[in-house]
Each structure stands twice: as structure tokens, then as C-alpha cells.
């Protein structure tokens, strides 16, 4: 009678080790063309399925936006960000120097706040000069600033200011008041043996109503007190006046300047005679007669400043 087999869907005890032994001694069969190339293709996929995890990101293209984005610090991608041209200054405040680039299309203003950072100078208190004084409301392109310009600023401190002696202020005051009461200078003895000379032919042209900045060349062809030619040159760069004669010239830091008055000439309004007050009283008046009205303006802004405090 014949052994029961193993039921259905059992495998009898020791066949798994025979088949292993049979598979083990079994000779290896060479693989043919396809079926190489398509055990390697497997192995390759199982490897990549493996580091996928481990792959880093595609770098983007050139241009991409994305990676643009990632480098613009804040700026757009369209290039809206482009640096403005800047200018080397050399700004100089109480003889001391400060390089500083600065750009080209900011304003008169925005340069005082730029100087106010560097040396705690109020922009209130400062009297900016290249080639004459520099406008507020302007920008420094408009003004035709160069590379390596020389700013002068010239200012006191908020502790300067309330050092200010009050009754010399009170006493200046005064001295104005009492000078309005008197008659007008150009009817005065003392002047009108100078302006009865006529107006100089070589005198600088006058421009009713307008006011300009200083010109680059000295302003000339005027009369002095004793009707000798006078020309004024202003060297901001020394923070000087130089009072030019045929025999002379005398060079005034403008900080020894206590005054500057002025008077339009009867029946020739669009020149003034003024005077530089160059000590306490008025016998150190140097006047200068037919100085060309559009001037008038700067020449005080640049001596004294916007601020008088003396």
C-alpha cells in the first residue's frame, strides 16, 4: 500500500534543502544579450530607488525667477533696484576733512543731513558752500558737483549758540534800530561824493528782481570809499574775503565779518551800496558801492550765513 502524500498545499518536510542543494550544484547558465541588459536596468532602477531620498534639487536654469529670487536681497527680479551714482566729497568742517561718497542726485538738503551724521552739526546751523552756497532744493548733479569736490561747512554747535553773549545781541539790535531812523546812505554826505561819479563803465551787469549765486570769477568794477576800483573775490575753500585794490589786497576769514549792510541807490535800484563792518563800530564799515543787485543775497548768505547770531 502506497504512503499517504502530504495534503493539499503542503510541502512535504526537507524538499525546500533538496531544492536549494539542486539550485546550489546546478551549473549557472550564461544569460543571453536581452536578458543581461535587463537585469542590469533593474539593478540600476533598485539603486536610484535607494538614494533618491539623498538627491539634491536640480539647480535652476540662468534666469529662472526662482533662483533670481533667492539671491535679490529684497530687490525685484526685473532689476528695479539700480545703485545710484555716487560722488567723492571731501566735506570740511572746523579744518577737519571727511571723505564721504555721496550720491549725485540727492538734494541740498539731504547733503546737511549727511553732514548733521558726520558732525552732530544741526542742519538749521550750517551754511554749505560749493561755489557759493549750495541750495537746499537742489540736487548736487544740478549744481554740477564733481568727483573730489571740496564741500566747506561752516556752523556752530547748539553749545556754541548758547555760549552767545545776549547783550551784545540786544546791544546789535539796537544799533539797528537806531540805524533805520536815519536818512537813507545813498543821500548821506560821506557817499554822495562817491556815487555822484556816475555809475563805473566796467562795472558788473546788473539783473533787476533776480537772485543768483555768487559768479566763479571775483565781482569788479566797483568804487570804494575814496572811489578807488574795488573787486570782492570770494575763496570759500580759505572761508576768506579778499577786498582786492590797485595797491593791495587784504584777506578777511569771513568769521571776522561782524556785519554786512546794504542799500539799493536812488534811481539806480538794481545796484546797492554796501559795507562789511569789520569791527564794533561804524568807522570799520569798508563800503563797496555798485554791487550788482542779484547778488546782494549771497554775498550775505555766504559772509553770514542764514543764522546771525553776532
Same mark, same amino acid.
Given at each position: ?53 539623498? =538627491? ?41 576733512? %571727511? ?26 546751523? +550750517? ?45 546789535? =539790535? ?13 543821500? =548821506?554826505?560821506? %557817499? ?18 533776480? +537772485? ?27 572761508? =576768506? ?26 534811481? %539806480?535800484?538794481?545796484? %546797492? ?34 543764522? +546771525?547770531?553776532?
Amino acid at each position: 500500500m502506497a504512503a499517504a502524500g502530504a495534503p493539499d498545499g503542503m510541502e512535504e518536510p526537507g524538499m525546500d534543502t533538496e531544492a536549494e542543494t539542486v539550485a546550489a550544484e546546478a551549473p549557472a547558465r550564461p544569460l543571453n544579450c536581452v536578458e543581461a541588459e535587463a537585469a542590469a536596468g533593474a539593478a540600476a532602477e533598485d539603486a536610484c530607488a535607494a538614494r533618491g531620498s539623498l =538627491q539634491p534639487a536640480p539647480a535652476q536654469p540662468p534666469g529662472d525667477p526662482a533662483a533670481q529670487a533667492s539671491v535679490s536681497n529684497g530687490e525685484d527680479a526685473g532689476g528695479g533696484g539700480a545703485a545710484r551714482e555716487l560722488v567723492d566729497l571731501k566735506i570740511i568742517w572746523n579744518k577737519t576733512k %571727511h571723505d564721504v561718497k555721496f550720491p549725485l542726485d540727492s538734494t541740498g538738503s539731504e547733503l546737511k543731513q549727511k553732514i548733521h551724521s558726520i558732525t552732530g552739526l544741526p542742519p538749521a546751523m +550750517q551754511k554749505v558752500m560749493y561755489k557759493g552756497l549750495v541750495p537746499e532744493d537742489k540736487t548736487l548733479r544740478e549744481i554740477k558737483v564733481t568727483s573730489g569736490a571740496k564741500i566747506m561747512v561752516v556752523g556752530s554747535t547748539i553749545n556754541d549758540v548758547l555760549a552767545v553773549n545776549t547783550p551784545k545781541d540786544t546791544a546789535q =539790535q539796537d544799533a539797528k534800530a537806531e540805524e533805520n531812523k536815519k536818512e537813507p546812505l545813498c543821500r =548821506q554826505k560821506q %557817499h554822495r561824493k562817491v556815487l555822484d561819479k556816475g555809475k563805473p563803465e566796467d562795472v558788473m551787469p546788473s539783473v533787476k528782481g533776480a +537772485q543768483e549765486r555768487l559768479p566763479t570769477v571775483p565781482l569788479s568794477g566797483m568804487y570804494n570809499k575814496s572811489g578807488g576800483k574795488v573787486r570782492l573775490t570770494f575763496k570759500l575753500e580759505q572761508d =576768506q574775503l579778499w577786498i582786492g585794490t590797485k595797491e593791495r589786497t587784504e584777506k578777511l576769514p569771513m568769521g571776522s565779518i561782524k556785519n554786512v549792510v546794504s542799500e539799493p541807490i536812488e534811481g %539806480h535800484e538794481d545796484y %546797492h551800496m554796501m559795507a562789511f563792518q569789520l569791527g564794533p563800530t561804524e568807522a570799520s564799515y569798508y563800503w563797496v558801492y555798485w554791487v550788482p543787485t542779484q547778488y546782494v543775497d549771497a554775498i550775505k548768505d555766504t559772509v553770514l550765513g542764514k543764522w +546771525q547770531y553776532f
